[in-house]
């Protein structure tokens, strides 16, 4: 299982980025996938979920609205839209497939700052 994140970099208030994962070494269309994020000196919490069933997502309360989780399973890449950026937003994040709850990817740092 190798997760690979990408797109983390450094936007003001109120701008957008799109991450993306790419997933290999497993059969990606068959598994939810989820999205965490790590702030300095914080717990790591989960972010956003999508389903290998019926494309369904779930998103924590401080995301709602804001950013939106997609997956292509062509690409075997899952992605998270972020929008309306906050400062409290800034943090590593992470993929992960619930169904791998050891396997982490490095993440990407996501900085929100004027």
């Known amino acids: 299982v190798q997760l690979v994140e990408s797109g983390g970099g450094l936007v003001q208030p109120g701008g957008s980025l799109r991450l993306s994962c790419a997933a290999s070494?497993?059969?990606?269309?068959?598994?939810?996938m989820t999205w965490y994020r790590q702030a300095p000196g914080k717990e790591r919490e989960w972010v956003a979920e999508?389903?290998?069933?019926?494309?369904?997502?779930r998103y924590a309360d401080s995301v709602k609205g804001r950013f939106t989780i997609s997956r292509d399973n062509a690409k075997k890449t899952v992605y998270l839209q972020m929008n309306s950026l906050k400062p409290e937003d800034t943090a590593v994040y992470y993929c992960?497939?619930?169904?791998?709850?050891?396997?982490w990817g490095k993440g990407t740092l996501v900085t929100v700052s004027s």
């Open positions: 070494g497993f059969t990606f269309r068959s598994k939810d």
């Open positions: 992960n497939a619930p169904a791998f709850p050891r396997y």
């Open positions: 999508i389903s290998s069933r019926d494309g369904s997502t």
